[in-house]
């Protein structure tokens, strides 16, 4: 087991460093304006431009700036002053890139943690009658539902959802967010809609991965003789066919969620007005800002490589024969 | 070899079988089960249909254009009139304006040319955006972007992602642990963010590097951008798939025999992993249109005044109280194709997996 | 002369600052960006709508409405400037007693760290000094201990003696910016949003650069002549950027004041569910035209573009209306404003300008930045061009990177959308900055039309002397208008007219004319 972890830790390391390099040479060699020169603003003199590049470093090779890069990006994470220059800077706002990400934080996993409960709750519940109804009319009506669910995109349906439910009819606050600690009430009412609206996504998706493997699991061998055996349908779909159905499900849970809680609900946070992760990358990356872009990379990309590890982990605990010999 | 054991062959078995029962029996090939399997789902031919139609409409936009609606899709007609039923209409009328004689302004909401369906013979059937351009014409060549892109960013991603997946699965070793590390590092990368940087990136110079000309406003961009997202989910699968088919005997035996790499990759492994591409790929086409819908709302895709649906969506947001069918008719038009591929998808997987145990059928 | 014509709810005492001020709490205001609330960087009209109430400066501007809100009185000085009969030499002193929020004294010294600060810092406004004697030299090595010699200070005197290389007319004005607002000496060179200490009304007490800050009163404050209490506790800012959300907002109760954009379909809906403001600005939107870059050297080609776009067709899709079409470089504000009628809309003379060219057919990229009425225009812009015989297409460019961008030599962009704002009222500031051939740079230029004819070129550097708007200045300033325009490097198009949107329970909105919605005087039903 130990060797297994400490193999997956050296490669999570390995695939950070690779996706570190790879987004900096991307950024290096696109043309996105001269840094020093967006730094200096509206009027600035050529001294005003060449100070900027000696101090910020923008005059050196690609390789020192990458370093220096990576060592501010670590400096940012730990605590106590640091200088100016040492910490992570957006090239437009000059402010400290870290400490954005941490303030978007709190709003980007308000809105991810409680789809996630919303989508995996509904998603098991649709995906579990549809496969005990298989091949009559509710399943069928569930299918398609499930389907225009997956087929809508994300960003529309908020659209569409602030338009009837936030604007006409002012029965929901029309985007925003309000922390937890500064008012719970308010934080609930504001996320209900965003919510639901990545929750409808990925509802769709889980049932029909789950029934599709329930009914792949309900035409096993071992189903068969149990059911020969006596045992009652409802306690064979729970103790044997939902228990195997529901692993697949552990693997695509952890990705998706990681890759939301990393930035993936872009969209969402976009038309919620809900200043996440998500959010603050969309606008930096528009403006092609480097640091900051550096700085959400890696925080995404941070995630998925953990739950990826997580789940295969997960995957090897509750499916014996996985495990590594 | 030895003397057969019994002059009963399956082709004598069934003669012998027809002659008994009346009823010829033919061997029929998966191929042809899968067919009459899909044959009977309604449901799906009729989605396949549907997806033929929009992308049958959408191709045809320029005719459309030309000869229904007489003007191209990013032509302004603000300030012109129309005439509907017969009386003169302004496309876009109303505003705020300067009251001279109370020397203040005069607010006032601007009213937009709504749907004449067929009250202007074939001008603004589906009304005026916000810039006095056609709705209908933005639409169309809306879809025909949308879709080039989807698909042919599907095609991309599936023939890339099969050629690495084969490689990887008929090498092994070395080879597939390379191949495996690209897989994890482009799951690993924040795609939609790295496909915003890019094209935010060349869409000021396009791309000049290496032989290879793409103009800024070039539709290769966004198409290549989104190809390479879904790289690993199909790639991964479909090398599972590989692995596990090039432990079966037939594959040894065909190496054994001396099949070169391409021999065996092409007609051992490919034959038996085709139906599984085939649905991927349908499937693929439904994300890449939602992804490439996304970028564009975001600005990073189609970029205007060139139209693709996702940015249809974003311009008009802005007018959902006056004109919402602005933002909801191309969202409709994406759920519509959306949907019709999974469906077909659905059917398409339902046809090819005899192991599947209940499909939707009658 | 100068256009007064908004619908204000102003009342009658417009012109004196509130005596007994009405309790109003907090005042919760929804902007869209800002971008630093640095006094030696800020540069958006957002950030100073704040700011001119934390930062003073030693000239400052009157809160009152309508065109007295451009006259120049006293602020931290205490009076109007002693200057010299070669127009070079100014001399200020400082009011007694001068506190800054944090409890310190004010010091004459302070004033020359500001400026230095600006070099030292690389703040957006330095440009606007450098006509300082040793101000360019400084700016070459600026070190914390090196001098500007122009500027002399004496603490015991409280007297501050600035020499400039060449006289400027518009000088007074150029030191009521908040670039120019002292600072404590200690003040680090660092971008420090919020932090600094002012001698305002008000001072900051909150800054979240994505999520908005917060304003409380200064104890240390006194009202002046020309200063008034304010009547808000505390001033609490969010950023919205969607124009939607932040009208929603004011309409549904969570905010009092929006400075935002209104959708212009929504503007309706909004006048009955809040308090709709319109607010003259002194600003122009136009296109500008490389008088470098094929096409757009050919003054034929230039003139087509003038007559072929449709004004107030234009104003009607990106204001919705609120806009005055205009074919003028400065906005109606200015004493000097002749309306000017050289090009009506004829799309049949354009085609037949290009033909007569030879520039059918050539290909032009126009290039807008990503903020959606940009767009509208730009696309707008592009279909004229498409439909009068060129060969057009549209290049968005993030916000952030736009200006520097287009103001690059080597982009060799030919044409495109913009946009000024005034910085502070006087000619100079449109016609030098973005009109004087003498001020082109290779990088970071403000002339995007990169125009410079000799005529108007010495004009302009001989109107600098001037140091008051005489109208026989006012007539030469006229003159120079008429004959850039009859050359045509722009197409302007617009002289907006900003929305200003109020919950049903606000009151006494005034404008001022320079800072925008009055927030000091704002009061509650």
């Known amino acids: 087991m130990t060797a297994f972890i400490m193999r997956r830790l050296i490669g999570m390391v390995a695939v950070l460093f690779a996706v570190s390099v790879l987004v900096f040479i991307v950024f290096i060699l696109l043309p996105g304006g001269d840094p020093a020169e967006r730094m200096a603003g509206k009027n600035p003199t050529p001294e005003n431009i060449h100070n900027i590049r000696e101090k910020w470093g923008f005059d050196k090779p690609f390789y020192v700036q990458y370093a220096r890069m990576m060592q501010k990006a670590a400096n940012g994470l730990t605590p106590g002053p640091h200088s100016e220059y040492d910490i992570l800077r957006s090239f437009d706002t000059r402010q400290d890139v870290v400490h954005e990400i941490v303030k978007g934080i709190p709003a980007t996993m308000s809105l991810c943690i409680g789809a996630a409960i919303i989508w995996l709750f509904f998603g098991i519940v649709v995906g579990v009658i549809s496969a005990v109804t298989a091949g009559t009319v509710s399943d069928r009506l569930i299918t398609i539902l499930a389907l225009v669910g997956i087929s809508m995109p994300v960003f529309w349906l908020g659209i569409v959802m602030r338009y009837f439910f936030a604007e006409t009819n002012t029965w929901f606050p029309d985007g925003g967010y309000v922390p937890l600690t500064t008012d719970p009430a308010q934080w609930f009412y504001h996320l209900i809609l965003p919510w639901l609206c990545l929750a409808v996504l990925f509802i769709g998706f889980y049932g029909r991965v789950l029934r599709s493997n329930m009914l792949d699991s309900m035409g096993e061998d071992y189903v068969r003789t149990a059911r020969a055996k006596g045992l009652p349908p409802r306690a064979v779909l729970q103790r044997h066919v939902l228990r195997n159905s529901l692993i697949p499900i552990v693997t695509l849970f952890g990705l998706d969620f990681a890759a939301v809680l990393g930035g993936g609900a872009i969209l969402t946070e976009t038309v919620f007005d809900l200043k996440g992760v998500g959010w603050y990358a969309a606008q930096s990356v528009g403006g092609l800002d480097l640091p900051p872009i550096m700085g959400v990379t890696l925080y995404g990309a941070f995630f998925i490589v953990f739950f990826s590890a997580v789940v295969d982990f997960l995957y090897a605990y509750l499916d014996p024969r996985v495990r590594p010999a | ?362 | 002369m100068m256009v007064a014509a908004y619908g204000v709810a102003a009342n009658k005492s417009s012109s004196a600052p509130n005596k007994a001020y009405k309790k109003v709490g907090t005042l919760r205001a929804v902007l869209d960006t800002i971008d630093f609330l640095d006094p030696q960087q800020a540069y958006t009209g957002q950030s100073w709508w704040a700011m001119w109430n934390v930062y003073e400066t030693l000239l400052t501007y009157k809160h009152v409405d309508g065109p007295a809100g451009y006259q120049l009185v006293p602020g931290l000085a205490q009076s109007m400037p002693k200057i010299s009969s070669n127009g070079r030499v100014y001399k200020f002193t400082l009011r007694p007693g001068l506190k800054y929020s944090n409890g310190k004294k004010v010091q004459a010294s302070d004033f020359k760290w500001a400026i230095k600060r600006g070099f030292l810092a690389t703040g957006q406004g330095v440009g606007f000094y450098t006509d300082i004697a040793g101000a360019k030299a400084f700016a070459a090595h600026p070190t914390k201990g090196g001098n500007i010699s122009g500027i002399v200070v004496n603490n015991k005197k409280r007297t501050i003696t600035v020499k400039l290389t060449k006289p400027r007319g518009d000088f007074l004005t150029i030191l009521a910016l908040l670039f120019a607002a002292p600072v404590p000496s200690s003040t680090s060179t660092q971008i420090l949003n919020g932090k600094i200490p002012g001698t305002g009304p008000y001072r900051f007490s909150s800054f979240d650069a994505n999520r908005g800050f917060t304003m409380v009163r200064n104890k240390y404050f006194k009202p002046t002549k020309y200063i008034p209490r304010g009547n808000p506790d505390k001033v609490d800012v969010s950023f919205v950027s969607d124009a939607n959300s932040a009208t929603q907002r004011v309409i549904n109760g969570q905010a009092d004041y929006s400075n935002g954009a209104i959708p212009p379909d929504r503007i309706a809906n909004a006048k009955g569910k809040g308090h709709l403001v319109l607010r003259d600005a002194a600003n122009t939107y136009y296109f500008w035209m490389n008088t470098r870059e094929a096409p757009f050297n050919k003054l034929k080609v230039r003139q087509a573009v003038n007559y072929a776009i449709d004004r107030s067709a234009l104003n009607r899709i990106v204001w919705g209306g609120l806009g005055r079409a205009t074919q003028n470089v400065l906005p109606p504000t200015y004493p000097s404003y002749t309306k000017l009628k050289l090009y009506s809309h004829n799309v049949s003379k354009a085609k037949q300008l290009i033909n007569q060219a030879g520039a059918k057919g050539a290909k032009v990229t126009v290039w807008t930045r990503q903020v959606s009425d940009a767009i509208d225009a730009a696309q707008y812009y592009t279909s004229v061009l498409n439909n009068i015989g060129l060969d057009a297409k549209l290049n968005i460019l993030p916000r952030a990177t736009y200006y520097s961008t287009i103001g690059n030599v080597a982009t060799h962009a030919q044409t495109g959308w913009a946009r000024w704002l005034e910085d502070y009222p006087h000619p100079l500031d449109w016609f030098d900055v973005l009109l004087n051939g003498n001020r082109i740079t290779n990088t970071d230029n403000n002339n995007y039309a990169w125009y410079s004819s000799a005529k108007t070129n010495k004009e302009i550097e001989g109107l600098k002397k001037a140091q008051v708007l005489t109208p026989a200045v006012n007539k030469r300033w006229a003159t120079v208008e008429k004959q850039i325009m009859q050359q045509a490097p722009w197409a302007p198009w617009s002289n907006r007219v900003f929305p200003e949107f109020f919950s049903k329970k606000m009151g006494c909105i005034h404008i001022q004319r320079l800072y925008g919605v009055d927030l000091m005087r704002l009061c509650r039903k």
């Open chain 2, 1 to 362: 070899m030895a003397e057969p054991a019994t002059d009963l062959t399956f082709d004598s078995a069934a003669l012998l079988a027809s002659e008994e029962h009346e009823v010829t029996i033919v061997g029929r090939s998966p191929w042809y089960l899968a067919w009459r399997r899909l044959r009977r789902n309604y449901l799906a031919l009729a989605s396949l249909g549907l997806f033929f139609v929009i992308v049958i409409a959408c191709a045809l936009a320029p005719v459309y254009a030309h000869h229904v609606a007489h003007t191209g899709p990013n032509d302004v007609h603000v300030g012109e009139k129309v005439r509907v039923d017969g009386k003169l209409k302004d496309v876009i009328g109303g505003g705020s304006f300067y009251d001279v004689n109370t020397g203040k302004f005069v607010v006032k909401a601007p009213t937009y040319l709504g749907p004449t369906w067929w009250h202007a013979h074939g001008r603004f059937v589906l009304g005026t955006d916000n810039l006095g351009r056609d709705v209908a014409v933005r639409v169309l060549y809306g879809g025909r972007n949308s879709l080039m892109i989807g698909i042919g960013s599907a095609l991309i991603c599936t023939f890339v992602a099969l050629t690495l997946a084969l490689l990887a699965g008929y090498y092994r070793g070395g080879c597939d642990w390379l191949i495996s590390r690209f897989f994890d590092i482009i799951w690993a990368f924040p795609v939609l963010l790295l496909a915003i940087a890019i094209s935010s990136a060349l869409a000021i110079n396009g791309f000049h590097h290496f032989g290879i000309n793409i103009e800024p406003g070039s539709l290769w961009l966004p198409t290549l951008v989104i190809s390479y997202v879904l790289i690993p989910y199909i790639g991964r699968p479909i090398r599972g798939q590989i692995l596990s088919l090039r432990e079966k005997e037939f594959i040894e035996a065909a190496i054994g025999q001396g099949a070169g790499p391409l021999r065996v990759m092409f007609s051992d492994l490919l034959p038996n992993i085709v139906s599984t591409v085939l649905v991927f790929f349908t499937l693929i086409i439904a994300a890449n249109i939602l992804t490439e819908a996304g970028l564009s709302y975001l600005g990073a895709g189609v970029r205007l005044p060139d139209p693709s649906w996702g940015n249809l969506i974003a311009s008009g947001q802005d007018q959902i109280e006056t004109a919402p069918w602005l933002s909801l008719i191309p969202g409709i038009a994406i759920v519509l194709t959306v949907l019709s591929l999974n469906i077909f998808g659905d059917g398409l997987r339902d046809a090819l997996d005899p192991r599947a145990k209940v499909r939707i059928e009658r």
